[in-house]
């Protein structure tokens, strides 16, 4: 599992990491959380209960920093922006987890001068990654399977997330189980700290009943949680929270809907219009991109940044067995997945 870890960071897809927003977009202001500080935080909390567990801690580290590979620029929103153009061109529905694994699997180069063939990472770091899910409310999870998965089934819920995304993926073992806790635990006091620093919310307008169990502070709550579920799970067969710190967190996170991921700072624009403007940017890359790729247009980014990379110099192994099959919108979608809000910009900047 260490060498999985590598494998990750020294990914092109890790590195773009860096200029992925978390939850706050176009904010021009370096103490605001990015995608890569969340999943460091992430693997930082997750290796820390795994130790008090007695869990694997390599295994817990390449689920958390690979965990978020699959996302789109601009973070949920864009991700839900790739869902619904996904819907209208009849592929089915986009969800990060599984386009992590699409990249980690299929999209990532082991050997610079060979095409694309994945990291060859093991099944249970990419189930883990699969099942993350820090945004669901749950109070307690087991591994689904005393005996684990094959790939056969691994591969069977990868192809499924792409049909239908709400289906519930628990993972196959407990390291994974862990991450999928910490993922929680690391973004939900620090979406209000950063909210905080934007003067979208005061500290004061936090639940006092939220308060009163968890903490006021990004570091109470942190300890909070990690505490009750360490003595929650300690011993057990199953990992998670006490009742009364689980209502708390499912208040919190309630607040944190209402008051920070539906009110964003953005430049001084409804949230509405923000989104409405976002979805046009998104849909006029997609069909630049989708024009470029069916008129040969090798000059284009899409070839340039994107399928030069993962197809051999035939464009035999990616481009052109998906242009026989009609597939090309597959390659748009892969394509802007993979970029950063920085570079998602460019190109809209490049098309417009």
């Known amino acids: 599992f260490f060498r999985d870890v590598d494998r990750i960071v020294h990914s092109r897809a890790y590195a773009r990491y860096i200029d992925k927003s978390q939850v706050f977009f176009e904010i021009n202001n370096a103490n605001i959380t990015h995608r890569s500080l969340h999943v460091t935080i992430v693997s930082r909390i997750a290796r ?34 790739l869902n619904e153009i996904s819907k209208d061109y009849d592929m089915g529905t986009f969800i990060h987890n599984a386009q992590g694994i699409r990249w980690l699997s299929y999209l990532e180069k082991r050997f610079p001068e060979k095409p694309a063939q994945g990291l060859n990472l093991s099944l249970q770091v990419l189930d883990g990654i699969l099942c993350h899910d820090g945004e669901v409310n749950e109070q307690k999870l087991k591994p689904i399977k005393r005996n684990g998965k094959t790939l056969d089934e691994h591969i069977k819920e990868y192809d499924d997330c792409f049909k239908e995304n709400k289906i519930k993926r628990i993972p196959m073992t407990y390291e994974g189980i862990v991450a999928r806790f910490a993922d929680t635990i690391s973004y939900i006091g620090r979406d209000i700290e950063d909210a905080i620093l934007l003067k979208l919310v005061d500290r004061k307008q936090l639940p006092e009943s939220c308060v009163d169990v968890l903490g006021n502070t990004n570091a109470r709550i942190i300890n909070t949680l990690i505490t009750d579920l360490l003595k929650y799970s300690l011993d057990n067969d199953v990992i998670g929270y006490s009742d009364v710190i689980f209502q708390a967190l499912k208040e919190l996170k309630t607040f944190n809907y209402e008051n920070i991921y539906t009110r964003r700072d953005t430049k001084a624009v409804s949230y509405e219009t923000f989104v409405k403007r976002l979805k046009s940017n998104f849909e006029l890359i997609f069909t630049s991109c989708l024009n470029d790729l069916e008129g040969n247009n090798y000059e284009s980014p899409i070839f340039r940044d994107h399928i030069e990379y993962i197809d051999d110099i035939n464009y035999s192994t990616y481009f052109k067995p998906l242009k026989e099959s009609k597939q090309l919108t597959l390659i748009v979608r892969d394509y802007i997945a993979g970029m950063s809000d920085k570079y998602f910009r460019e190109i809209f900047e490049l098309f417009n």
Not at 51 to 65: G, K, S
């Open 48 to 81: 820390q209960i795994g130790r008090v567990l007695r869990l694997n801690t390599d295994l817990i580290e390449a689920i958390a920093l690979g965990h978020d590979i699959g996302h789109a620029p601009y973070g949920h929103l864009g991700e839900e922006i």
